[in-house]
T-cell receptor, first 113, second 114 residues
Framework: AQSVTQLGSHVSVSEGALVLLRCNYS??????LFWYVQYPNQGLQLLLK??????LVKGINGFEAEFKKSETSFHLTKPSAHMSDAAEYFC???????????FGKGTRLHILP | SQTIHQWPATLVQPVGSPLSLECTVE??????LYWYRQAAGRGLQLLFY??????ISSEVPQNLSASRPQDRQFILSSKKLLLSDSGFYLC?????????????FGAGTRLSVL
């Protein structure tokens, strides 16, 4: 069965500092992996996705994630945090035969001035 | 381009009253459609999904039901709301298998049951 674990329900970083949000997955078949962002009282917006090919995936707003099969991880990073990055971030897993996505519980990112 | 509409944005309902939330998608055909509920600290819970008209899969036994009367319309209903039905409800669509399974979300409905 597929599952997603996001380490840390809340993460705080200073403006300009590195953002690192951790995600580990469990899947018995090659996964599709996603990061979504949710701003307050809004729906989820896709940040980036990994399906096949290059393991370093670049997304919108300067975010990127690296698929590491050996570590079953798909951590999200951004070199320099901006105040506008404050939001909740969801990691998710799926695979090509499935119509559903399994979401993690989310990590709320706080940016300190 | 494709767009997804959800309404209403907010709703306050008394316990025991009925519920109807509507979601429509424009700019695509035969999408997969999904209803999620989001509670604080609990992530997204998939409630129902549909791969076609009249085809509804229920993920969680509960006080809610879903219907898909038209290809791009998905409705979430309840005959009698419970306090525990409060939450943020999100509708989403995707093109399903072979398209990377990306889901696109509506803006959500904040439901408060009092």
């Amino acid at each position: 069965a597929q599952s997603v674990t996001q380490l840390g329900s809340h993460v705080s970083v200073s403006e300009g500092a590195l953002v690192l949000l951790r995600c580990n997955y469990s899947s018995s078949v090659p996964p599709y992996l996603f990061w979504y962002v949710q701003y307050p009282n809004q729906g989820l917006q896709l940040l980036l996705k990994y399906t096949t090919g290059a393991t370093l995936v670049k997304g919108i707003n300067g975010f990127e994630a690296e698929f590491k099969k050996s570590e079953t991880s798909f951590h999200l990073t951004k070199p320099s945090a901006h105040m506008s990055d404050a939001a909740e971030y969801f990691c998710a897993v799926s695979y090509y035969r499935d119509d559903k996505i399994i979401f993690g519980k989310g990590t709320r990112l706080h940016i300190l001035p | 381009s494709q767009t997804i509409h959800q309404w209403p944005a907010t709703l306050v309902q008394p316990v025991g009253s009925p519920l109807s939330l509507e979601c429509t998608v424009e700019g695509t055909s035969n999408p997969n459609l999904y209803w999620y509920r989001q509670a604080a600290g609990r992530g997204l819970q998939l409630l129902f999904y549909s791969i076609g008209i009249g085809q509804i899969s229920s993920e969680v036994p509960q006080n809610l039901s879903a219907s898909r009367p038209q290809d791009r319309q998905f409705i979430l209903s309840s005959k009698k709301l419970l306090l525990s039905d409060s939450g943020f409800y999100l509708c989403a669509w995707s093109l399903g298998q072979g398209a990377g399974n990306i889901q696109y979300f509506g803006a959500g409905t904040r439901l408060s049951v009092l």
